[in-house]
């Protein structure tokens, strides 16, 4: 297991399961109320037509067949042999209990696939669709990941959401009165936020004690309203010493059990207009790992 200054993801599923564990991003093919005027007109800021998926996503073949795709991918690389489901873009919860229980057991009935990970909004959570993944969670590793980004409403509204912090907060207790995991994505470097209101929803996450957080350094994409801003220069972005004293700060208050999900992310290399040094992904993770080291800290050292 990979020694780490921080709970980390694959090492949790090593611990689970005895073995690596991959997960394999699926597009399903839903809607996202934010974009298709259930809530909002024109999406989130820095949301592209993906829907904020990965590269190479096909909703045209099945789930399934998506899966199978990954899956040989997955074990040509790593000689990897079980997999989680991973519903990425878009809003991952948004359509009738029915519709969603045939996509998610067709995910399961893949050879091999031993769990679910299912991301969505927070206002895309009413108590049946909870109810429902409670159920899949009494049966398979289940983790719901909730897009929230920042705990400030003036964020929140700036980036066009559509929902509040207060809307995260009933989806969390709601879900949590059910058991399940949850795993709330964060973006670091935000336009209008400073260092010390990311650490404010850092505090926010360390209170509640989350499951899992995803760090996501923003990425400024083309075709996004962000992208034009950008190009007009309206907005800057972190640099890569910036953003790695932000993450061991950020990592250092979180509450040592919270599990991370991920640390930075290397965007869509066509679309990706900034910042261009997170390409080099594992030159990010390497450095916070060597500043982590040089602090001689860990994840939870300042949580309150
Ligand atoms: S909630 Fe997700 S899919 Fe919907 S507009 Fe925002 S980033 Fe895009």
Redesign the pocket.
């Known amino acids: 297991m990979e020694a780490k200054r921080y709970h980390l993801y694959s090492n949790q599923l090593k611990e689970q399961f005895g073995h690596r564990v991959h997960k394999i991003s699926v597009d399903a093919g839903f809607g ?4 298709d005027g259930g809530r909002e007109q024109g ?2 800021i ?2 592209d037509p993906t ?2 998926g990965s590269v190479g996503l096909d909703h045209r073949l099945s789930v399934a067949a998506q899966l199978q795709v990954g899956k040989e991918i997955m074990q040509r690389k790593y000689k990897a042999q079980q997999f989680i489901a991973y519903f990425q ?3 991952n919860t948004y359509a009738p209990v029915e519709a969603l229980r045939r996509l998610y057991d067709e995910a399961l009935s893949v050879d091999g696939v031993v769990g679910l990970a299912i991301g969505t ?1 927070p206002d895309c959570l009413p108590d049946d669709v909870l109810d429902l993944l409670a159920d899949y969670a009494r049966r398979t590793d289940l983790w719901l990941e909730i ?1 929230l980004q920042s705990s400030h409403d003036a964020t929140l509204q700036r980036l066009r ?2 929902h509040d912090y207060g809307c995260f907060l009933d989806a969390l207790a709601r879900a949590r009165l059910r058991g399940l995991r949850v795993c709330a994505h964060l973006i670091l470097g935000l336009p209008g936020e400073n260092h010390a209101e990311i650490l404010a929803t850092t505090d926010e996450m360390a209170r509640l004690r989350l499951d899992g957080v995803k760090l996501h350094l923003l990425h400024i994409l083309s075709g996004t309203e962000l992208g034009a801003a950008y190009q007009r220069g309206e907005i800057a972005v972190l640099d890569q010493e910036s953003y790695v004293t932000l993450a061991c700060d950020v990592l250092e208050r979180l509450h040592p059990a919270t599990v991370i999900q991920r640390l930075t992310g290397d965007g869509p290399r066509d679309r990706l207009l900034a910042p261009l040094w997170s390409l080099k992904k594992w030159e990010v993770l390497n450095a916070i790992d060597a500043e982590l080291a040089r602090r001689d800290t860990r994840q939870g050292e300042r949580c309150g």
Not at 32 to 35: F, H, I, K, Q, Y
Request: include cysteine; charged fraction near 20%.
């Open positions: 996202c109320p934010n974009r999406g989130c820095f949301c829907g904020s873009p878009f809003s909004r897009g959401r559509g």
